[in-house]
């Protein structure tokens, strides 16, 4: 059964180093290895800042979306309160680009509301 960590950074297996601001990783946990070596990613969520979001859009968005088992990625503008989602599909990436609207996460069956995502509490 697969276990579910929500975490701040981590290395993709395989892959080049990234340090996303929130990962769902899925694998399973056998308690061996390195806790910050993610090795099945699924939703990959970032928080723009006016100093990386060229870097995060342009080249983070690519890096990710090469990532096999990846099929969410999420770019949260806090300044407009938007977000940017790129999502995996049979017909290839499907793109909503800055809007107020929920977070659909697919691959976990939950969809986190708009409201929730820039709560001010």
């Not at 996303?20 to 056998?30: L, W």
């Not at 061996?32 to 970032?46: F, H, K, S, Y």
């Not at 968005?61 to 806090?78: E, G, Q």
């Not at 793109?95 to 069956?109: K, M, N, R, T, V």
Request: glycine share 8%; with cysteine.
């Amino acid at each position: 059964m697969p276990s579910f960590r929500i975490g701040h950074g981590g290395q993709v297996r395989g892959s080049v180093a990234a340090d996303p601001d929130v990962t769902v990783d899925c694998a399973g946990s056998d308690g061996a290895g390195d806790n910050r070596v993610l090795t099945a990613p699924r939703a990959i969520i970032e928080v723009l800042s006016p100093s990386t979001r060229d870097h995060d859009l342009k080249d983070k968005l690519s890096k990710y979306r090469r990532i096999d088992s990846v099929d969410t990625v999420a770019f949260i503008d806090p300044e407009p309160e938007t977000l940017s989602v790129s999502q995996r599909t049979e017909q290839g990436w499907l793109e909503s680009l800055f809007h107020a609207g929920d977070l659909p996460l697919p691959s976990l069956g939950i969809t986190v509301p708009y409201a929730e995502i820039f709560a001010r509490d």
